[in-house]
C-alpha cells in the first residue's frame, strides 16, 4: 500500500510560536488532507486540498498541495494552548477506491503556556 | 455541518463474547463508510469499506469472519467484533462520506473497546 511519511513526530513548543509539519508519499496523489484528533475523539477536517500547487487557509492555518504531488505541509500560526492534540495527513491517489484514505503516523503537537 | 454518530463511546467486555458498534450518518447518506482501528498513538488502520447494500472490502490481514460488517442503509453501519479477546482492544473508528465528489467523509468519535 501507500506510504505516507509525516513529520515530525512530535513537536513542543512555545505558546505564540509558529509550527510547521509536512507529509511526503511514495506515489503521486490526487487529494490531500490535514486532520487533528483530540485525545478520545474521532479525527476532524481542518483543510482539504485538491490541486497541485494549491494553498488553502483555515483561520490560523495554512496548508499546501506540493506541486510533485507527492508532498504536503501544514503550518499553524501563533499557536495557542487548544491547538494541542494530534494533526494527521491524509491523501487519495487515482487508484484509491470508493475515497479510501492513507494516513501518516501523526505530529504531536504540545503547546506549552 | 454534517454528523456522524458512534456508538457506545466506550464498551467493556468479556472475552469469548461478541460487541457490537455502531456508525450513523445523522444528516446525509452514506453511500461508504470505513472502519478504523488505532493503536495507542499510532496512526489509523483501515480495516474495511463497505458500500451500501453489498458486501465490505476487508484490507489485507483484517479476519472478515471476527469483524462483521454490515451497512444495511444509507445511514447506518455496524462493526461486531465477534468472540472478542483482549488483543482485540482498541480504539475504532468510523467515518461516513456522501456520494458528491470532492466530499470528504466524516468521522464518528470512536469507540473505546476494551476486552477483560
Known amino acids: 500500500g501507500q506510504q505516507l511519511n509525516q513529520s515530525p513526530q512530535s513537536m513542543f513548543i512555545q505558546e505564540g510560536e509558529d509550527v510547521s509539519m509536512n507529509c511526503t508519499s511514495s506515489s503521486i496523489f490526487n487529494t490531500w488532507l490535514w486532520y487533528k484528533q483530540d485525545p478520545g475523539e474521532g479525527p476532524v477536517l481542518l483543510i482539504a486540498?485538491?490541486?497541485?500547487?494549491e494553498l488553502t487557509s483555515n483561520g490560523r492555518l495554512t496548508a499546501q498541495f506540493g506541486i510533485t504531488r507527492k508532498d504536503s505541509f501544514l503550518n499553524i500560526s501563533a499557536s495557542i494552548p487548544s491547538d494541542v492534540g494530534i494533526y494527521f495527513c491524509?491523501?487519495?491517489?487515482?487508484?484509491?477506491?470508493?475515497?479510501?484514505?492513507?494516513f501518516g503516523r501523526g505530529t504531536q503537537l504540545t503547546v506549552w503556556p | 455541518g454534517a454528523v456522524v454518530s458512534q456508538h457506545p463511546s466506550r464498551v467493556i467486555c468479556k472475552s469469548g463474547t461478541s460487541v457490537k458498534i455502531e456508525c450513523r450518518s445523522l444528516?446525509?447518506?452514506?453511500?461508504?463508510m470505513f472502519w478504523y482501528r488505532q493503536f495507542p498513538k499510532k496512526s489509523l488502520m483501515l480495516m474495511a469499506t463497505s458500500n451500501e447494500g453489498s458486501k465490505a472490502t476487508y484490507e489485507q490481514g483484517v479476519e472478515k469472519d471476527k469483524f462483521l460488517i454490515n451497512h444495511a442503509s444509507l445511514t447506518l453501519s455496524t462493526l461486531t467484533v465477534t468472540s472478542a479477546h483482549p488483543e482485540d482492544s482498541s480504539f475504532y473508528i468510523c467515518s461516513a462520506r456522501a456520494r458528491a465528489r470532492n466530499t470528504e467523509a466524516f468521522f464518528g468519535q470512536g469507540t473505546r473497546l476494551t476486552v477483560v
Open positions: 444528516d446525509f447518506q452514506a453511500t461508504t
Open positions: 491524509a491523501g487519495r491517489d487515482r487508484g484509491s477506491t470508493l475515497g479510501r484514505l492513507y
Open positions: 486540498l485538491y490541486k497541485a500547487g
